[in-house]
């Protein structure tokens, strides 16, 4: 693997990381091409497994892809910038990015729906509880990302 030095495995910083992070992309499988879509998330990480949430509407492509196949990748990344040097070739640039695969199910209880919405929500407004009308979880998917594969990278400012 190029570049080992820039392999994070400590639990605290990826979670650190994930936290200042609102958007993900996650890629389907389609029959020509992957569909990649950026969505709002939520994560977990218990027992040693991440766990991630997202939403959407019920009908649409994305959730007509996962029932067709649950298998999805994600990714996230951030902090760019550019490390500026004297040779262009000495260029860098600093990121961080975390990737992971697993498998997608559907929520259909109530209690699983509005736990997988209170950690999406958690994601983007920390400390504050959520109520959720019957209309809206009737009108929404709520998805669980169990991954079976995370691996994050961090290339920092010299």
């Known amino acids: 693997?190029?570049?080992?030095?820039?392999?994070v495995s400590d639990t605290d910083k990826i979670r650190s990381l994930l936290?200042?992070?609102?958007?993900?992309?996650?890629?389907?499988?389609?029959?020509?091409?992957?569909?990649?879509?950026?969505?709002?998330?939520?994560?977990?990480h218990e027992d040693g497994r991440w766990t991630f949430y997202f939403h959407g509407a019920r009908s649409g492509k994305k959730m007509r892809l996962l029932r067709k196949d649950p298998a999805i990748s994600l990714e996230i990344d951030g902090d760019h910038q550019l490390i500026p040097a004297a040779d262009a070739c000495d260029y860098s640039f600093a990121y961080s990015s975390i990737i992971a695969s697993g498998r997608a199910t559907i929520l259909?209880?109530?209690?699983?729906?509005?736990?997988?919405?209170?950690?999406i929500m958690r994601q983007a407004v920390a400390g504050q509880t959520f109520s959720y009308r019957d209309d809206m979880l009737k009108a929404v998917c709520v998805v669980r990302i169990d991954c079976q594969k995370l691996t994050c990278r961090q290339h920092a400012e010299r």
């Open 1 to 7: 693997m190029s570049n080992p030095e820039r392999i």
């Open 19 to 44: 936290q200042h992070h609102q958007i993900c992309r996650i890629a389907l499988n389609d029959e020509y091409s992957p569909y990649i879509v950026p969505v709002n998330f939520g994560y977990t």
């Open 108 to 119: 259909h209880e109530r209690e699983e729906m509005v736990h997988g919405l209170d950690v």
